[in-house]
């Protein structure tokens, strides 16, 4: 069989919770991970042994906004909702809703023939960052606006799709 070398701008993000944000994503960062390490005394040096807990890194995402900025209000309202700042009927509401207080993600790969190949599953993500909007009316080209969004999750796991 032979091996093609992964494609960095071969990929599709499906967020349950966010529809709209879906079609517009341009970047997406699969979150690196780590663990402890436990040293051991011994007499002559400490040894390690592989710890208990792993961490996951945050979720990276930049999207590309559109004119109405309805991905970004879908991101800043569950934010709102989340945090409740100014009512607790925000925060009841987003609880009763069909999507609940968290949202699981599906982030697809795809092979050189744009099928998709490797499907990373997230487990209960939110939003934690929503980044600033840059306007500038100094640039000769038109530059679409773009904004980063961090999510925390609770983990993924990686399988391949065929």
Same mark, same amino acid.
């Given at each position: 069989?032979?091996?093609?070398f992964?494609?960095?701008?071969?990929?599709?993000?499906?967020?349950?919770?966010?529809?709209?944000?879906?079609?517009?994503?341009q970047?997406?960062?699969i979150?690196?991970?780590?663990?402890?390490v436990?040293?051991?005394?011994?007499?002559?040096?400490n040894?390690?042994?592989a710890g208990?807990?792993?961490?996951y890194?945050?979720?990276?995402v930049?999207?590309r906004?559109?004119?109405?900025m309805?991905?970004?209000n879908?991101?800043?309202?569950?934010?709102?909702?989340l945090t409740? $700042?100014?009512?607790?009927n *925000? =925060? +009841? #509401?987003?609880?009763?809703?069909?999507? /609940?207080?968290?949202?699981?993600?599906?982030?697809?790969?795809?092979?050189?023939?744009?099928n $998709?190949?490797i499907?990373? *599953? =997230? +487990? #209960?993500?939110?939003p934690?960052?929503l /980044?600033?909007?840059?306007?500038?009316?100094?640039?000769a080209?038109?530059?679409?606006?773009?904004?980063e969004?961090t999510?925390?999750?609770n983990?993924y796991?990686i399988?391949?799709?065929?």
């Open positions: 069989m032979q091996q093609n992964l494609s960095p701008n071969g990929f599709r993000l499906t967020i349950k919770r966010l529809p709209n944000v879906s079609f517009f994503v970047a997406a960062i979150p690196g991970l780590s663990m402890g436990t040293d051991s005394p011994s007499p002559f040096k040894m390690k042994f208990d807990k792993i961490h890194d945050t979720f990276g930049t999207i906004l559109d004119e109405y309805n991905s970004y879908e991101i800043y309202n569950w934010m709102v909702g409740h $700042p100014e009512s607790f *925000q =925060f +009841k #509401d987003l609880k009763n809703d069909t999507y /609940g207080l968290y949202s699981d993600a599906s982030f697809i790969i795809l092979d050189s023939h744009q $998709p190949a499907e990373v *599953q =997230f +487990k #209960d993500i939110f934690i960052s /980044g600033s909007i840059n306007f500038d009316t100094t640039q080209d038109v530059n679409f606006v773009t904004c969004i999510f925390a999750h983990g796991h399988t391949q799709v065929h």
